[in-house]
Nanobody
Framework: QVQLVESGGGLVQAGDSLRVSCAASGQTFRIKAMGWFRQAPGKEREFVAAIVWSGVATYYADSVKGRFIISRDNAKNTVFLQMNSLKPEDTAVYYC?????????????????WGRGTQVTVSS
């Protein structure tokens, strides 16, 4: 089992930056990739960014490419999502997820464990 806890969400203005974190615990040695997804009211949960643990591969949704950066701290089993130039359409609950496979990191179905999410609200 892997437990994930997100933190760092909040209310910001358009154009601001915010960093959310996800701390993993439990059987972290099994993790091969971690990702961030988000879900806005009335919409499906969508992929945002992912990082493969074994290398330096990162993936981003087109909507956040160039604005968001995913990174990790292996020693602390923590993954970060640095969000810059935030827009009102980035408003959502952001979920952290971990996968036991390094493949398919952009697909929701790949992920085995999920956090409870952290709210990010961007005002215009």
């Amino acid at each position: 089992q892997v437990q994930l806890v997100e933190s760092g969400g909040g209310l910001v203005q358009a154009g601001d930056s915010l960093r959310v974190s996800c701390a993993a615990s439990g059987q972290t040695f099994r993790i091969k990739a971690m990702g961030w997804f988000r879900q806005a009211p009335g919409k499906e949960r969508e992929f945002v960014a992912a990082i493969v643990w074994s290398g330096v591969a990162t993936y981003y949704a087109d909507s956040v490419k160039g604005r968001f950066i995913i990174s990790r701290d292996n020693a602390k089993n923590t993954v970060f999502l640095q969000m810059n130039s935030l827009k009102p359409e980035d408003t959502a609950v952001y979920y952290c997820a971990s996968s036991l496979s390094p493949m398919g990191a952009t697909r929701r179905s790949t992920y085995d464990y999920w956090g409870r999410g952290t709210q990010v609200t961007v005002s215009s």
